[in-house]
């Protein structure tokens, strides 16, 4: 039902709505018909249309309000309010809605009866007692009202959780995958390896060092456990084994420097993000203009959030805009996907040209451990 509704309604808030006018209209109908067959049964006189009349109007008033208590249960939510506190205020709004709500249908007949030739029933007539008698039902339909906002948007909330977990765990294989295929790409086997021969006759420990790199390499991505975010110096070390075999590769023509913050080792960061970039900047910083090329990664904190700067001397982008960087870019549109699904818009990821080479500039939250608790 709630996909048949998005088609027409976008607005989950008014879908809804819309959900609770149709359980309420049900409830009217049901509840007119049996006074209505009450009546012929025990042969007690009731004006139709006026009845009907009433009835309707007592419908129009309550969806106005059915809007009403909608829009002020979600504003609850959003300012995510104490239960106690929540608690508190529906009581007190209850008592005070369920009087404007009656005060409201009383005010509305009147003036329909004044314009026409309706008469008022003696009961509506009769403001206090009629209140006194229907508190409860008023009461009670309003926390109907709110219990079924609150349960809708709990059960959205749920699902948009399982989703969201979902593509993360998807992205999160993904980002494994590509950073495996990465290192396992024949060009990079083959360079890897043929520096490791040419190492072992003239200086067997970075030999071995390099081995030890890169099969630490391979098993870390083969072994990652699944968490989406993990501590700053596991990254760190990560794109540390990484960088050492590229170092030997590239021997003199490659520079790479870090400067990381003190501090920040156990601040929490997505898994994978810091190798893809590196690796981007040395695919496409090199060229035959640019036979030395020259990283540096920044990475510092300041208030609640953690700042990386990754800059090269390479040879630029061909292409500027961001949107399309992304799009013709694996690794640059997975990056900014998973960003998205771990901090939705609460975070600030950019490539683009400077004056010598690209800077790769990203501002997320500073989490720690007790944060995921």
Avoid at 36 to 44: F, I, P, S, T, V
Avoid at 94 to 119: D, N, P
């Amino acid at each position: 039902m709630e996909r048949w509704l998005a088609r027409y309604i976008p607005n989950p808030e008014w879908r809804l709505i819309v959900v609770i006018a149709a359980i309420f209209s049900l409830l009217r109908v049901v509840t007119s018909l049996t006074m209505y067959w009450e009546h012929a049964l025990l042969a007690k006189e009731l004006d139709f249309w006026p009845f009907v009349h009433g009835r309707v109007v007592a419908w129009f008033v309550a969806m106005v309000f059915v809007v009403v208590i909608v829009k002020t249960t979600n504003r609850f939510l959003i300012e995510r309010l104490s239960w106690s506190r929540i608690i508190g205020i529906h009581l007190g709004i209850a008592v005070i809605m369920s009087l404007l709500w009656y005060t409201t249908y009383i005010a509305v007949m009147y003036l329909f009866c004044q314009i026409g030739e309706c008469k008022m029933d003696q009961e509506d007539s009769n403001f206090l007692a009629w209140y006194l008698q229907n508190f409860n039902a008023l009461f009670i339909l309003y926390l109907l009202t709110a219990s079924l906002t609150y349960t809708y948007y709990y059960i959205r909330r749920d699902h948009h959780h399982r989703m969201r977990q979902s593509k993360m765990e998807q992205q999160l294989l993904t980002t494994r995958l590509m950073a495996l295929k990465s290192q396992l790409h024949p060009h990079f086997l083959f360079n890897t390896l043929n520096s490791i021969v040419a190492l072992v006759e003239i200086d067997a420990d970075r030999a071995k060092n390099m081995i030890a790199d890169l099969s630490g390499l391979l098993r870390r991505v083969l072994e990652y456990r699944d968490d989406h975010l993990i501590r700053l110096h596991e990254e760190l070390d990560l794109l540390q084994k990484y960088l050492d075999i590229e170092k030997v590769r590239f021997s003199e023509h490659l520079e790479i420097d870090l400067e990381v913050e003190s501090g920040l080792d156990d601040l929490l960061v997505p898994a994978l993000l810091l190798q893809p970039l590196v690796e981007n900047s040395i695919q496409h910083g090199f060229s035959a203009k640019h036979p030395q090329l020259r990283i540096q990664l920044r990475i510092f904190r300041q208030a609640d959030r953690l700042f990386f700067v990754l800059t090269d001397d390479g040879k630029g982008l061909l292409e500027e805009d961001p949107v399309a960087l992304r799009e013709k870019g694996v690794g640059l549109r997975n990056t900014f996907e998973r960003l998205s699904s771990l901090y939705e818009d609460d975070f600030r990821f950019e490539v683009k040209n400077q004056e010598q080479g690209v800077v790769n500039f990203l501002d997320i939250p500073a989490q720690t451990v007790p944060a995921l608790v």
